[in-house]
């Protein structure tokens, strides 16, 4: 069975820095793309970051780029979030996110399966 | 940034409706975009795939089509458990985006 455990939120000051920490188990977590994405209180979807499969490419959301980093522990079926400079609207839930993907012969087209998602794990900044 | 634009962003319906969600893109997206369902205190799950590519074991009333920049979701007989808020989220650029969601009630 899938799962992916988040673990580290808390509440931190303005300008603070903390660590998420997601804990995958039942699959082969070294040939998935690994993805974050946050929910604000009552508010939508913000996908955050993503990583490879080998941590050979990561991308960022413009807001967070310069301030989080996402990375990947193979070994330890593990992926991580660092964030530094933290700010009151990063306050959500971050969720810990596989990407399945999914790749179309007929037109060599890639897609984003996000095909398993944590249960999420509550980040509050706060003075 | 991609910006989605879903409309609307909430809307009544009874059991055994035909319910349609629009998802519209800033700009041409191809057909990379899913489809996503949330209920309260719960993570998403997913729908649709590249538009409409049913995901295993989503129930068939479910559709997605559309390509470019403009996309919709259709449920063809709504159920109880279909009352939720449904999210496009395109995966043609970087940073990805979702729409702002739509609330069926």
């Known amino acids: 069975e899938v799962q992916l455990v988040e673990s580290g939120g808390t509440l931190v000051q303005p300008g603070g820095s903390l660590r998420l920490s997601c804990a995958a188990s039942?699959?082969?977590?070294?040939?998935?793309?690994m993805t974050w994405v946050r929910q604000a209180p009552g508010k939508g979807l913000e996908w955050v970051a993503n990583i490879h499969q080998e941590s050979r490419k990561r991308f960022y959301l413009d807001s967070v780029e310069g301030r989080f980093t996402i990375s990947r522990d193979n070994a330890k079926n593990s992926l991580f979030l660092q964030m530094n400079n933290l700010r009151a609207e990063d306050t959500a839930v971050y969720y810990c996110v596989r990407d399945r993907e999914y790749h179309d012969v007929s037109t060599e087209s890639w897609y984003d399966v996000f095909d398993f998602w944590g249960q999420g794990t509550l980040v509050t900044v706060s003075s | 940034a991609i910006q989605m634009t879903q409309s609307p962003s909430s809307l009544s319906a009874s059991v055994g409706d035909r319910v349609t969600i629009t998802c519209r893109a800033s700009q041409g997206i191809r057909n990379d975009l899913g489809w996503y369902q949330q209920k309260p205190g719960k993570a998403p799950k997913l729908l649709v795939y590249a538009a409409s590519t049913l995901e295993s074991g989503v129930p068939s009333r479910f559709s997605g089509s559309g390509s470019g920049t403009e996309f919709t979701l259709t449920i063809s007989s709504l159920q109880p458990e279909d009352f939720a808020t449904y999210y496009c989220?395109?995966?043609?650029?970087?940073?990805?985006?979702f729409g702002q969601g739509t609330k069926v009630e």
């Open positions: 989220l395109q995966d043609y650029g970087y940073p990805r985006t």
């Open positions: 039942g699959f082969t977590f070294n040939i998935y793309w």
